[in-house]
């Protein structure tokens, strides 16, 4: 029983390309399936921690390769793939874990919804928005010739609640959360039910892009961690680690009559009320 138990989980052998593969979440997700015998492929934009990573993994008797890359260039991620494949021979997993924000998408304290820059918000839109659909287009391509494969995009708890101050960010991962389960229909009728496509919508985990609005210099909370932290039923933030058994079940077999759903791991916040 306990073999079957491991083999439905199992992601040994599997092909997984993670974009935003040099971030603090996408890093973590990325030397944790390596530790399960995936083979991984890094996808980023940062050289220097694209390759302190693949040290990591390989040092840990892990499989994978680092590519750069630019999730909103057709182009480029097309190069990307030709060399994935003449690498593996073919795609199993995409994990779209790519995306930010930036500061003039967001409403300042001091600020109303009228001093939004759209800009910004049109490049965040792209980041989060596009920078999923792109790659997904891209490699999903293989996955329709193999007629298996599995997506998991990265929405966010700012999709399920209306958050305040992260408005372009929300819009785009609220569209993100919907662009799911039109693709799970999509693939499943027109190609195969053994091409699968779900979310995760990770709930508040300090990572590089957010430490400035939830830390202060001191490294101590700010007001706006503080109220995250009152609101999340775990009195904590999550730690990356936390959401690596929930991709895992997303991209095994244990999932398997699974699609266009999102998992939501966030220690309760959703859930709360008072």
Known sequence: MKNETSKLFSVKNKVVIITGGTGILGGGIAKYLASESAKVVILGRNIEQGEQLLKEIKQNGGEAIFLTTDVLSKEKL????????????RIDVLLNAAG???PGATIAPDKTFFDLEIDAFKKVVDLNLFGTIIPT?????????QKEGVIVNFTSEAALRPLTRVIGYAATKSAISNFTKSLATELAVKFSSKIRVNA??????????NRTLLTNPDGSYTDRAKAI???TPFGRFGEPD???????YLISDASKFVTGTVAIVDG???AFSI
């Open 78 to 89: 097309e190069e990307n793939k030709k060399t994935i494949l003449k690498t593996y021979g």
């Open 100 to 102: 930010g924000n930036i």
């Open 137 to 145: 287009m891209v490699f999903a391509e293989v996955m329709s010739k």
């Open 200 to 209: 995760l919508a990770p709930g508040f985990f300090l990572t590089e892009q």
């Open 229 to 231: 932290i009152a609101h």
């Open 242 to 248: 936390e959401l690596f058994g929930t991709i895992q």
């Open 268 to 270: 309760g916040f959703d």
